[in-house]
């Protein structure tokens, strides 16, 4: 015989129901105002002649290129920067975890104009040498990103018994580089997922530190062509929604218990 299921009050679910429609026609909405104003003609058809565009602008394109690589060098100097300090801060020296939390949230109280201006003299060094590539902004995009990748990584780390799972691999005889790599990164994928996300949608989304600086991202190219092209601006800027978009759909399926599972028949 089945195991018997509550139903939820009537109330309760008509609540749930009419905020979810509420969230969800405050973030679809603007999205279909954005591909109707996109895919206005002259005459007052229907085209695709800015999303075509898009394709066809060779200093876009380079924005855009350039604002993928800042985000996977972004992404990556994250992880190699806080997974192992918050793993060994938790092992190690578990007082020093305020400390380490509080100098990863300070980004959140900087205004970014405040950022620039304290950057500047280091990045004129940086193009000494570098020759003054727009790729340096992994640099500030790490510090800016550090706040909200340091909660996702945390809530990880939280799920799961640290000190356990290292102590069973050092006993085992692995190293401290095999124990981070084959068993805490493993067990805390979700949380080094969600950091991934964020640390993508903030360079995708950031325009301040970039204008300032004279790098051309895609949120400057982005400004600089709506000057003189609403309609593929707004393209651009919808495209750019509908990737951040999938790559939470990505982490959704991708994360632990992402996968949808059979339903599972209770007999008494």
């Known amino acids: 015989m089945m195991a018997a299921t509550r139903r939820r009050p009537l109330p309760v679910s008509i609540a749930r129901r009419a905020i979810l429609i509420a969230v969800l026609g405050y973030l679809i909405l603007p999205m279909v105002a ?19 565009a898009i394709g066809s602008d060779p200093n876009l394109i ?16 994250m992880l190699l920067l806080l997974v192992p300090t918050m793993t060994w801060t938790l092992l190690r020296v578990p007082r020093m975890r305020r400390v380490v939390e509080f100098l990863c949230l300070l980004p959140l109280a900087i205004p970014a104009i405040v950022l620039v201006v304290g950057i500047a003299p280091m990045y004129r060094f940086l193009n000494t040498f570098l020759g003054g590539s727009a790729l340096t902004l992994a640099f500030v995009n790490v510090i800016l990103v550090l706040p909200f990748a340091y909660r996702a990584i945390d809530g990880g780390l939280r799920s799961i018994d640290v000190p356990t799972l290292a102590d069973a691999g050092r006993s085992l005889g692995a190293g401290w580089l095999r124990v981070m790599g084959e068993v805490i ?24 530190i970039a204008s300032l600086l004279n790098f051309d991202t895609l949120q400057v190219v982005i400004a600089l062509l709506g000057k003189r092209n609403a309609y593929v601006s707004v393209a651009v800027s919808l495209a750019a929604l509908i990737f951040a978009f999938l790559l ?21």
């Open 185 to 208: 990164v493993p067990n805390i994928r979700g949380g080094i997922l969600s950091a991934a996300v964020l640390a993508v949608a903030l360079v995708l989304g950031e325009y301040t």
């Open 34 to 52: 954005m591909l109707e104003f996109s895919t206005r003609g002259a005459r007052g058809t229907r085209n695709l002649d800015a999303w075509v």
């Open 62 to 77: 380079d924005a855009i290129v350039t604002s993928l690589e800042i985000a996977a060098l972004t992404v990556v100097g």
């Open 248 to 268: 939470v759909l990505a982490i959704a399926y991708l994360a632990p218990g992402g996968r949808s599972r059979a339903p599972q028949v209770e007999e008494e």
